[in-house]
T-cell receptor
Framework: DTEVTQTPKHLVMGMTNKKSLKCEQH?????MYWYKQKAKKPPELMFV???????INESVPSRFSPECPNSSLLNLHLHALQPEDSALYLC????????????FGPGTRLTVL | DAKTTQPPSMDCAEGRAANLPCNHSTISGNEYVYWYRQIHSQGPQYIIH???NNETNEMASLIITEDRKSSTLILPHATLRDTAVYYC????????????FGTGTRLQVTL
């Protein structure tokens, strides 16, 4: 299984809602990532988890809260988002924290109203 | 990580070789060149990477100049499915594993 899955595919939420994005991989990878991609822009790194511990936070606002319950799962909890947070949220995984080949999921397209 | 410069767009006829250039004139000795692509509405896909030798896999070839200041990704027989944004990324392996994407090259393969 060489796939990273993300749910949901699409999400629409209001600014007062709390929602979560989910990411799963069964490749035995020990590093997992969240990226954010605005329309017509390249992906930007948000968080890196290595061996289930947060190793990089790219100064992301606290309204985004990552969680890595186990080595196969990565969540992104969303609370009090702003319309400018509307974007494609991409999850990726790699063999180890040194990166090499990162496998990306298809993304969750988030719209904040 | 060193900065890369790529042309914003390129066209290629189906069946012909697509040669995508990338300049990375400030690359350091321990930095690798990576290529990813992103087909519309999908997540990025790893293509190939190299340090200083030319590399080939089932998807593409990577040619790195001797001074390592530039490289070329070659898709030998482009198909319509190769239409995508191609990202050249330079990074150190062994540090925290950031992938810093530049603006990339939008490759349009046409009939």
């Amino acid at each position: 299984d060489t796939e990273v899955t993300q749910t949901p595919k699409h999400l629409v939420m209001g600014m007062t809602n709390k929602k979560s994005l989910k990411c799963e991989q069964h490749m035995g990878h020990r590093a997992m990532y969240w990226y954010k991609q605005k329309a017509k822009k390249p992906p930007e790194l948000m968080f890196v988890y290595s061996y289930e511990k947060l190793s990089i936070n790219e100064s992301v606002p606290s309204r985004f809260s990552p969680e890595c319950p186990n080595s196969s799962l990565l969540n992104l909890h969303l609370h009090a988002l702003q319309p400018e947070d509307s974007a494609l949220y991409l999850c990726a995984s790699s063999q180890g924290s040194q990166g090499n080949e990162q496998f990306f999921g298809p993304g969750t397209r988030l719209t904040v109203l | 990580d060193a900065k890369t410069t790529q042309p914003p767009s390129m066209d290629c006829a189906e069946g012909r070789a697509a040669n995508l250039p990338c300049n990375h004139s400030t690359i350091s000795g321990n930095e690798y060149v990576y290529w990813y692509r992103q087909i519309h509405s999908q997540g990025p896909q790893y293509i190939i990477h190299g340090l200083k030798n030319n590399e080939t896999n089932e998807m593409a070839s990577l040619i790195i100049t001797e001074d390592r200041k530039s490289s070329t990704l070659i898709l030998p027989h482009a198909t319509l499915r190769d239409t995508a944004v191609y990202y050249c990324i330079v990074r150190v392996v062994g540090t925290a594993s950031k992938l810093t994407f530049g603006t990339g090259t939008r490759l349009q393969v046409t009939l």
